[in-house]
């Protein structure tokens, strides 16, 4: 997930929707920050791009499960972590071992996002067992990273959003090209290929 680290402040958009992920993202910064020792005023928040990804997976879950509360929870938990490590990234948190495998963990994610757009955008190419097995690489070098410094709580976070989207069944139809998720995965993809283009994935 691309996090961007600026200084200043924030303001909410108007006319937002009923569940936007730029708007949890700010909810859960703020929460997150207000609780650090030295009340930072440095602001981390999830850039425009990544806010259209996270709108595009919200939707697919909750057309996927018919829950739409639980599609809501498993975006929340993304954008949870996603700050999280931000501010533990921000604040030097990491040894340089840690930092090792946080690298590793970026190009991991880099080649799950170059997988996605190539099954995309090449016909019969999906294989939901490539995609699935990324995702849970992807996990598992991320409850690496953080074991030392996040809570239990906090890493079952982890687990509960690449379960979720690691979940073949959910990848299938996502990538059925009969399916009804087709625009959203072409708005996700796009979304990737725009975040791999500015160097931010």
């Known amino acids: 997930m691309a996090l961007v680290l600026g200084k200043g402040t924030h303001k909410n958009s108007a006319n937002m929707e009923a569940f936007s992920s730029k708007d949890m993202a700010m909810k859960a910064q703020k929460k997150i920050l207000s609780h650090m020792a030295n009340k930072s005023v440095v602001q981390i928040f999830i850039d425009d791009t990544s806010s259209e990804i996270l709108d595009e997976l919200y939707r697919v879950s909750k057309e996927y499960t018919g829950n739409r509360t639980e599609a809501q929870k498993v975006v929340k938990d993304l954008i949870k972590i996603a700050v999280k490590i931000g501010v533990l990234y921000r604040h030097n948190r990491f040894n340089t071992e840690e930092l090792k495998l946080a690298q590793d963990f970026k190009k991991k994610l880099h080649q799950g996002a170059m997988t996605a757009i190539s099954f995309h955008e090449v016909e019969f190419t999906f294989d939901k067992t490539v995609m699935s097995e990324i995702l849970t690489d992807c996990r ?44 959203n995965l072409t708005k996700i993809c796009n979304g990737l290929n725009k975040l791999l283009e500015e160097d931010k994935l």
């Open 140 to 183: 598992d070098m991320l409850l690496k990273l953080v074991e030392k410094h996040l809570t239990p709580k906090s890493q079952g976070r982890i687990n509960h959003v690449f379960n979720h989207y690691s979940d073949p069944e959910l990848l299938a139809a996502l990538y059925n090209p009969e399916g009804p998720f087709c625009p």
